[in-house]
């Protein structure tokens, strides 16, 4: 690889790079990320790349192996270009099959995604109700670009960002812009970019200052970081040169949880391409300014995303939140000016540099600008990573992309912002996604896990299993905090084995408003508020559990017995599916549970097909 | 000079200061359990709440960490943070029942009652221990591991410390229950009041995660086998 000197070679190179690229050329691409991977993607690469060397087809087709698309609830998948026909689900078997219709440029009709509701076959990817109804500034990159292939990024724009900063040589202005898009950072608390990264520039810089880029993602059902990290790494590298060129910061850190082997891997791969090709180290593309970039891995504490815990395990000492002020930006790693930002926010930095505040203040609404990926998970339709702009209601989330539910119940709340963050239920999905009113509805938009419940969710077990998480993950520094959780779980646990009273709920509340209260940092201030969001909305449940000991959803396995109405028609389908043989009786006779030998696991419930399992 | 208002009276501290110590140097007592004078503020107790700012914006911080700001409007012992140290306390009182500092704290903003479930545990995880060791006595010998409800005290692997000198300060600041290893006559020790006729390190199979990082105990000059 060639060392690039100049703003001209790069452009040169650019040039070259977008002349060689045939857009007619038809492309598999192979979407291999972590959910990718892990669902059969590799056997697809391998068959396919099998197929097209004995098939001599190597210079007519071209494969591309990217990371995650977003769909995870169709993976594996592979997307054709330039026809963009989308297969979901493939099986090794079709694999060839798909190979030959592109070689003949053929479509399988048989293997195309079928809308669930219509069951009609629908062609391209863009069609698809889950794709057409997001804007997708950051995730579109991942179906274009190879991320161990730094060329691949070039091609497609990569880095041009950061060469118009570069020749434009005006960090004030590279501030300015960020400011006016009105970018606010998207690790969840939405402090103002622009802003943040002014204090830095305006910090002395005797000795030094860092960047780092927080990917310690760790809210369960959350990977939004990861799919950025491993399907374009070169995003994050460029913001961040862009970020320490308008900051005048010298070092940089990639912060990333050691859970993303992949994200790791292709992190690595890319940080040394760019060194090669100049695009990091000193003296960079000749313009005299040097920024130096590592990575660094997180050891699995969900409490490292605090930006004072994540500086403390940079520096090899215990993951445990400072007190602010000073904040990192005034005083962090290693007693310099330190400015954290989210993966998310870096990503969109080089987007603003190339379009322009402007056009991206476009997208949005008032104060909350540009777009927001979302892992949208639970009982939806269609599960995967969604970029919508900011200001779409939860109901377009839910219903419009996700599909509505995938059960046989209705939704019935939506839980965002992880560990961290609150359910909003139903009646209010009319409720637009930004950072200020998900905060007012006892929600937080945190980094981004979506996770909606239906009807067969109990929210006190939900609040149940987030506070375990949390008393697990809390660090354990401050008393409220560490024994705060513990008491809540406690109380939680003692209510869903129906074992509380009604103080049980005053206790909660107030014991939730002193750790919220008390605590130094976002995890414990914002630890209460799943059990006071399910407290405000759900109280009937709460209530349900604790005076008629009953469990509404069939959830908490103390409260609620299983048996069989006069709808059974003795097919014995649940008699086979039951593990514990706790169910008896003849064929085409009502048959009965023994509630001694149940074990409470539903299963029954879920193989009838004729509604004749009851839970009370 | 750093001039701020601390219960509506108008004072100046130095810059650099803590709330605390301001607080206390202007007479408003603040209770704390996790702070010591020479050693650096640490903030895990959370007993030293006060309440900072106005209106919306008012929310309570940790006095011993928080630093002087010019303007700052501070109240040590307003409704809400009376409210927190009261849950607070009754937090201390189900898990360490047994230590006297508690239940003289707890009497004192009287707290009449315990919600929780009681447990019985000796150690607050103050850190008051591993700062002396490491602030005072540079050795470095114990430690936090583990985090959330599993954090724990201790020394690497539980191995007795290379670098523990036996110097006992560790006991010294401990102030949940600081009469305990004071005597050399086991029955005459009066362990803070609590239930325990004998200190603890006698009784080592009822005290699992008894704080005494000694062998031999120098304090009491009583050998264990």
Request: glycine share 10%.
């Amino acid at each position: 690889m060639e060392t690039l000197k100049t703003i001209d070679n790069f452009l040169t190179l650019q040039a070259r790079l977008v002349a060689d690229r045939d857009p007619g050329i038809p492309t598999l691409i192979i979407s291999a990320g972590t959910c990718g991977q892990a669902s059969g993607a590799n056997d697809l690469i391998r068959i396919a790349k099998r197929e097209l060397l004995s098939k001599k087809l190597t210079k007519k087709i071209h494969l591309r192996i990217t990371g995650c698309h977003g769909f995870c609830e169709m993976e594996p998948s592979v997307l054709v270009e330039p026809r963009r026909t989308f297969y979901p689900k493939v099986t090794p078997r079709d694999m060839d099959r798909i190979v030959d219709a592109v070689a003949a440029d053929a479509i399988l009709e048989d293997l195309l995604f079928a809308d669930p509701t219509t069951e009609k076959r629908i062609e391209t990817q863009d069609e698809i109700p889950f794709f057409k109804n997001q804007v997708r500034t950051l995730l579109g990159f991942n179906e274009k670009v190879d991320p161990i292939r730094i060329y691949n990024y070039i091609e497609h724009g990569g880095y041009q960002a950061m060469v118009r900063v570069l020749s434009k040589g005006n960090p004030g202005w590279v501030i300015e812009e960020i400011k006016a898009s009105g970018l606010r950072g998207r690790g969840g608390a939405g402090f103002p970019t622009g802003l943040k990264w002014e204090i830095l520039a305006g910090q002395p810089n005797g000795h030094g200052k860092f960047l780092v880029c927080n990917g310690d993602e760790g809210d369960p059902g959350a990977f939004m970081d990861r799919s950025v990290l491993e399907g374009n790494p070169h995003s994050i590298i460029e913001g961040m040169i862009i970020g320490a060129y308008g900051t005048g910061a010298n070092e940089g850190i990639l912060y990333v949880r050691n859970e993303y082997p992949l994200a790791i891997k292709h992190l690595v791969i890319a940080l040394r391409q760019a060194y090669q090709l100049g695009l990091l180290g000193s003296d960079i593309l000749g313009t005299g300014f040097s920024f130096d970039l590592r990575l660094v891995r997180g050891a699995g504490a969900f409490v490292c995303g605090e930006e004072t815990a994540l500086i403390k395990s940079i520096e090899g000492m215990m993951g445990e939140p400072v007190q602010r002020p000073p904040f990192p930006v005034q005083k962090g790693l290693y007693g310099k000016p330190t400015l954290i930002n989210n993966v998310e926010t870096w990503a969109n930095v080089p987007i603003i540099m190339n379009t322009g505040a402007q056009s991206f203040k476009k997208i949005g609404k008032e104060r909350n600008y540009g777009t927001k990926i979302f892992s949208l998970v639970g009982k939806v339709k269609n599960t995967g990573l969604i970029e919508v702009p900011m200001g779409i209601t939860l109901g377009e989330v839910v219903y419009g992309i996700g599909g509505g539910s995938s059960g046989k119940t209705e939704i019935k709340a939506v839980q965002t912002g992880g560990p961290s963050g609150g359910c909003i239920p139903a009646s209010r999905f009319d409720l637009t996604i930004d950072y200020e009113s998900l905060k007012v509805a006892g929600s937080i938009m945190g980094s981004g896990g979506m996770i909606v419940m239906d009807e067969r969710t109990c929210m006190v077990d939900v609040a149940k299993y987030f506070m375990n998480f949390l008393k697990e993950e809390s660090c354990g520094k401050c008393f409220t905090c560490r024994k705060g959780t513990q008491r809540m779980y406690e109380i939680l646990d003692d209510i869903t084995a129906g074992r509380a009273a009604r103080e049980a709920l005053d206790l909660l509340e107030e014991l939730a408003a002193t750790v919220k209260d008390t605590t130094l940092c976002a995890l414990g201030q914002t630890a209460p508020n799943p059990v006071l969001s399910t407290l405000l909305y759900f109280r009937r449940e709460y209530l349900n559990h604790i005076e008629h000991h009953r469990c509404p959803a069939g959830v908490c396995k103390s409260l609620i017995t299983y048996s069989i109405n006069e709808n059974c028609t003795g097919c014995q389908l649940c008699v086979r599916t039951c593990s514990v043989e706790a169910i008896t009786g003849e064929k085409k006779k009502v048959h009965l549970i023994d509630q001694a030998k149940c074990i409470r696991c539903g299963a029954c419930r879920d193989v009838c097909k004729l509604n004749a399992i009851d839970i009370r | 000079m750093v001039t701020l208002h601390i219960n509506g009276l108008e004072v100046s501290a130095e810059e650099g200061t803590t709330l605390l110590e301001a607080s206390r140097f202007y007479g408003f007592p603040i209770p704390t359990l996790c702070h010591l004078d020479g050693l650096s503020p640490y903030g895990a107790c959370r007993l030293c709440v006060v309440e900072i700012g106005q209106g919306a914006n008012a929310k309570l911080v940790t006095s011993c960490t928080y630093p002087v700001e010019e303007g700052l409007q501070v109240r040590t012992a307003s409704s809400r943070v009376v409210k927190a140290r009261k849950m607070i306390l009754e937090l201390f009182l189900a898990s360490c029942p047994q230590s006297k500092t508690i239940q003289d704290l707890a009497s004192s903003y009287d707290v009449r009652q315990q919600r929780f479930k009681q447990e019985h545990d000796d150690c607050i995880l103050c850190g008051r221990c591993v700062r002396v060791c490491e602030e005072q006595m540079a050795a470095k010998a114990i430690g936090f591991r583990s985090r959330g409800e599993k954090r724990s005290l201790g020394t690497p692997f539980d191995l007795k410390s290379e670098v523990c000198r036996l110097c006992g300060a560790c006991m010294y600041v401990c102030p949940a229950c600081q009469l305990r290893c004071t005597y050399t006559e086991p029955d005459k020790a009066i362990c803070g009041g609590c239930a325990n006729l004998s200190p603890p390190c006698l009784e080592k199979n009822s005290f699992d995660d008894m704080m005494c990082y000694m062998e031999p105990c120098v304090a009491c000059e009583i050998k264990k086998d």
